[in-house]
């Protein structure tokens, strides 16, 4: 069963804050209820110091077919590991010949816990596509191929020019960048739509910082990030 507080603050945004910092959770992870008072206040409760309270639920989690817990974190051994190299390289080795792409190399690493597949060489942006979309689908195709006839799954991640740590890195600087405008306009900012994995990056970064807080709206695929200043 998921968990459920009742929360108290001086503003709605406070008793939010208070029961998210009690169930360790961010905004996009709960239900949130504002509890209504329905007693009549008298003269001396309307003197009283206001006190908002919030039903806050954990959201339960979805449960996907392909999930993250259905991926193995142990090591890889030397004969998995050469199974997996295997299945990647005859596919690469195809889909970049009937491509019509040459002068193209990449290296497939064994990194313990997972296995990072590395492409480089020239013309590759199509590949990469806008904002690493190709880039994103082509790593679940590698992903399953490199699973093939492998009894557990493990983890691989497919890279091109190094396009992920950059990616990482501009979104990093983005969420800097933005909370500095959000503290200096004292406004909540909304990005634009991001995929799961960016979107983290930026809650990730921006939890570093005491005096904003993130959440996301929307449905997939245009859920966004909301950076919003915290109330003292």
Do not use: C, W
């Not at 930026?202 to 915290?230: A, F, Y």
């Amino acid at each position: 069963m998921s968990k459920t507080i009742i929360s108290e603050g001086k503003t709605t945004t406070e008793a939010i804050e208070n029961g998210l910092k009690q169930l360790n959770a961010k905004k996009n992870d709960v239900e949130i209820n504002i509890i209504k008072d329905e007693n009549k206040k008298s003269f001396f409760s309307i003197l009283a110091p206001r006190t908002v309270k919030v039903e806050i639920k954990l959201k339960e989690e979805p449960k996907e077919k392909n999930s993250e817990k259905s991926i193995k974190e142990v090591e890889i051994t030397e004969e998995t590991f050469k199974k997996i190299e295997e299945n990647i390289s005859e596919f690469l080795n195809k889909f970049f010949k009937q491509i019509n792409l040459e002068n193209i190399n990449f290296e497939i690493l064994n990194e313990k816990n997972r296995v990072r597949v590395n492409v480089t060489g020239e013309n590759l942006n199509n590949l990469i596509g806008y904002r690493g979309e190709t880039l994103n689908a082509l790593q679940t195709l590698v992903s399953r191929i490199g699973n093939k006839g492998i009894e557990e799954k493990y983890r691989i991640v497919f890279d091109i020019e190094g396009y992920r740590n950059k990616r990482i890195k501009a979104l990093q600087d983005l969420a800097v960048k933005v909370s500095k405008t959000a503290l200096k306009n004292k406004k909540s900012i909304t990005l634009e739509p991001m995929s799961a994995f960016e979107r983290k990056i930026i809650h990730d970064k921006l939890q570093e910082n005491p005096k904003v807080i993130t959440h996301s709206i929307g449905r997939e695929p245009n859920r966004r990030v909301v950076i919003e200043i915290k109330n003292k």
